[in-house]
C-alpha cells in the first residue's frame, strides 16, 4: 500500500524520498489493523494526530501555519504578504476518512501538494504569487453527516449554528467535541477575509473508478462533479413480537425500507446514477421484535439535478407504495444536497494542455473543491489512476509511479498558476 | 401501565396489595424513560437489582432461595424437604426483557407466583406438595443471541462451554461477563438433581397476540408452541465508493439483504408463518459507501417443522437470486432452531377446565416452559389477555383486572397440583 520511488534516472530525488517519508509517517494514524481500514474521523484522537503532522510538514518547510477557525489547516509561505493581495494559489485536500476507509482518498492530495512545493523548489522554480497547501477539516463527513463541513464553514454555505448543533453517533454535538477540545466556538465562522485572498485552488485526488484506468492514463483532469444528495429516510412502524403477530396485523417498517433499496439499484441502474445505502439503524433492534423503526440514509447522485430530483422521487414513491400497505410511515429529510459544479473552464483547459493532453472526466464525487468552485473561486482537480476502482475501501490503491506523476502534474500546475 | 387492585368486594385483599406492590417496585428497574420501554439484559445492573428484587421477595415469605449455578433463581418452602422427593410443583417464569421491551412479559409471571402463594396461604389452603417459585435466567436472549439460556442449560439442551464462549455486542464473552459479576463458571452445568425433584411447571404469561382479546377471555391456556429458528444471515460483498462506482460495477450485499426481507413477508404470509428480520448490521457503515457486509438475524415460526423448514428455505433462495446477479455471497447459520412443543395434555384438560372452560390456544412465542417440556417435566403455560395483542414493546398492556384474574387461576392450578 505504500508508494515506493521509482527511478527513472533520477535515483532518489528529494520531494521523491519526502513523498514516501511522508506517506510513511501517515500509514500507521487510525488505522484498524484487522482490516487495513482507516478510521480517521473529524476531532478524534487520530484527526488530531494528522493535525499535528500537518503542522510539522509546514513547519519542516517554513511555512506558516494557520487555522481558519473552522479546523481548516493553512500553510502560508513565509514571505507572502498576509494581507491586501488576491493571488495566493491554494492547494491541498483532507486527511480525514469514511469509516474503514482507504488511505489515499484525501491523504494523497495534501501529500503531494507539500511534494509539489518540494519540487518546485528542486526545478529552482520561481513563484510569483503565494503556495498555500490547505488541509481540510472533516470532509467525509463520517462523524456528523455532513462532507465538506471544514469547507462549508468556510466559505459560508454551512452556518456555523447548525455545524455546532450536528451531533455524532454517540450524541455529541460538534459544539461539544470542539470544547472538549478546547477550541474557540466563536471563531467557527465564515471566513471572506481569507477567500478573497485565494485567486485559485487545485485539489489532487485519487480517482474513484475506473476511467482513467480504462482510458490508460496516470493523471486526469477533472470536468465536473455529479450533483449529489444525502436524504434520511425515517420509516416508522409498531414494534411486537416477531413470533406471535400474525403477518397481516404488523405495521413492519422494515418491509417499506427493503422495497426502497431495491427501487434505489433498479432506478440508478436505468438513469445512468447512482443510488446507494450504506447506513441503517433499526429500533429496537432486537431479533426477535418486530422494528419500531428504521433509519437509513440514502446517497443519490446523477449526472443533473433535474435527475437527481427525479431518481429520489422515483425511490420515494415506490417505498411510500409499501409503506400504504403496511399502515408505516416514511419521512424523507434532505440532509445535503450539492449542486452539479463545472470546474473553470480556462484552469482546466491549461492543466490539460500542460499534462499533455491528458483525459477530462466528470466525477460522481464531493469535494472540498466543488465548495469552493460553488462560492466562485477558479478552481480545478486532477485525478491519479486508481487501477480497480474501489474507493472508500482498504482496497483503494494507486500505484507508486502514478502516485509520483500525479506530483509532478501537480507540481506543473502550480508553476503555472503561481507564475506571475 | 400500573395494574392497580380492584375490589370486587374483596376491598384490599392481601394478594391484591402484594401484587400492586410488587408491581410498583419492579417499575422503574431497567426502564428508559424516553420510551417508557424497559432493558433488563442478562447480568447487567438492571438484571442484578431484579434478582435482589426476587430474593427479598423469597426471604419476605420465608422461602429458600437456591441459585442452579447458571443463575436460575428458585425459592423453596422452608420445610420441603430438600433431598429425594420429586414432587415439586415449579411455578414462575423471567424478569429479563428485550431491548426496549414491555413491562409484563416475563415479571407477570413472577409476580403472579408470588401472589398466588399469598392467595392460597389467605385461602388457607394445605400444599402436600413443594410450590417452588423459578426466575429463570437469560430467557430472552437479548444480550447473547441464544432464548431461554437458563433454562436450557439447566436441562442440557445448551452446553456450558457453548454457553460460555457466547459474546454480546461488545464482544465481551458470558464467561467473562459471570468471572466479572464474581459467579462460580464451574457451576455453570446441567442439574438433573434439581429437575429429578419436579413433578410440574406451571408459567403464566401475557399473551402476545389478541386470542384472548378476540374470544373476550381475561385468562387460556397453552396447547403448544410452535416451531420457531433464529438464523443468522452474512451478506457479503465489497466496500466502495457510493458516487463513483457504477451500479453494474458494484458487489451491494444490502440488495440481497432487502430480497430476503420481501420474501420473508411473502412466504411467511402464504403458509400462515411468521418472518421478520428485527436485527440487521452493516459494514462499514458510512453514509457514501457501499457496504462490504450485511448480517441480518431472520426470526422464522411455522405451525410445524416441515413448513419451517420450507419457509426458511423459500426465504434463502429468493435472497440468493439476487447475490447470484450482484455477485454477493450469503451465508445461512441456524443460531437456534427449537422444535415443536406439545405442553402435558393432563395438565392442560385440568387447567382449562379448573378455570371454567378456559380457552386453549397456541403460541409462536418460545419460553422456558417449552424447553422444561421438551425436557420431559409435564408442563403447562397460562396466558392473561393482552387486550392490542402488541408485545415486546413499551405498548405491551394487561388490564389489572385480567392480571389478578390471572392470580387466581394460577392459584386454582397450584392447588390442584400441589394436592397429595
Known amino acids: 500500500m505504500d508508494p515506493q520511488p521509482e527511478t527513472h534516472g533520477q535515483p532518489g530525488r528529494a520531494h521523491e524520498r519526502e513523498f514516501v517519508r511522508m506517506w510513511d509517517e501517515l500509514e500507521p494514524i487510525g488505522r ?54 488576491g493571488d495566493a494559489v491554494l492547494v491541498g485536500s483532507h486527511l480525514d476518512s469514511v469509516p474503514d476507509g482507504g488511505a489515499y482518498d484525501g491523504p494523497l492530495g495534501v501529500v503531494s ?9 528542486e526545478r529552482g522554480v520561481r513563484l510569483d504569487r503565494p503556495v498555500v497547501v490547505a488541509g481540510f477539516s472533516d470532509e467525509e463527513g463520517s462523524r456528523f453527516g455532513i462532507a465538506c463541513a471544514g469547507s462549508r464553514l468556510l466559505t459560508g454555505s454551512l452556518a456555523p449554528d447548525a455545524a455546532l448543533g450536528m451531533r455524532d453517533r454517540d450524541g455529541l454535538s460538534l459544539a461539544e467535541v470542539l470544547s472538549a477540545r478546547g477550541r474557540d466556538l466563536a471563531a467557527v465562522r465564515p471566513r471572506p477575509d481569507i477567500l478573497d485572498r485565494v485567486s485559485a485552488f487545485v485539489e489532487l485526488h485519487v480517482e474513484q473508478g475506473r476511467g482513467l484506468a480504462d482510458m490508460d492514463a496516470a493523471v486526469g483532469v477533472a470536468s465536473a462533479i455529479w450533483p449529489h444528495g444525502r436524504f434520511r429516510l425515517d420509516f416508522t ?6 413470533g406471535t403477530t400474525l403477518m397481516q396485523d404488523r405495521r413492519d417498517p422494515m418491509l417499506a425500507f427493503a422495497a426502497a433499496v431495491l427501487a434505489a439499484d433498479e432506478h440508478a441502474r436505468e438513469a445512468g446514477a447512482r443510488a446507494t445505502f450504506g447506513r441503517v439503524e433499526v ?44 399502515g408505516t410511515g416514511l419521512d424523507v429529510t434532505p440532509e445535503s444536497v450539492s449542486a452539479a459544479v463545472s470546474f473553470d473552464t480556462a484552469l482546466r483547459d491549461a492543466a490539460a494542455a500542460l499534462l499533455g493532453g491528458a483525459p477530462v472526466l466528470p466525477t ?48 506543473d500546475v502550480l508553476a503555472h498558476l503561481a507564475a506571475a
Chains 1, 2 share one sequence.
Open 32 to 85: 484498524d489493523r484487522s482490516t487495513g481500514g482507516y478510521h480517521r474521523y473529524a476531532w478524534s484522537d487520530a484527526d488530531l494526530l494528522l493535525r499535528e503532522w500537518f503542522a510539522g510538514e509546514a513547519a519542516a518547510r517554513g511555512l506558516e501555519l494557520t487555522d481558519d477557525g473552522n479546523g481548516n489547516q493553512l500553510a502560508w509561505p513565509a514571505d507572502a504578504e498576509l494581507a491586501g493581495r
Open 113 to 121: 501538494a507539500f511534494a509539489a512545493l518540494d519540487l518546485l523548489a
Open 237 to 242: 412502524g409498531e414494534a411486537n413480537h416477531a
Open 283 to 326: 429500533l429496537p433492534g432486537g431479533t426477535n421484535a418486530i422494528p419500531s423503526s428504521v433509519r437509513a440514509w440514502l446517497d443519490a447522485r446523477a449526472p443533473d439535478e433535474a435527475s437527481l430530483v427525479a431518481l429520489v422521487e422515483a425511490i420515494t414513491l415506490q417505498a411510500r407504495g409499501m409503506s400504504r400497505r403496511d
Open 364 to 411: 460522481g464525487a464531493g469535494h472540498d473543491a466543488g465548495v469552493l468552485s460553488q462560492h466562485g473561486v477558479p478552481t480545478g482537480m486532477l485525478f491519479v489512476r486508481n487501477p480497480t476502482g474501489v474507493s472508500h475501501s482498504p482496497y483503494e490503491h494507486a500505484d507508486p509511479d502514478d502516485c509520483l506523476a500525479g506530483v509532478r502534474a501537480l507540481a
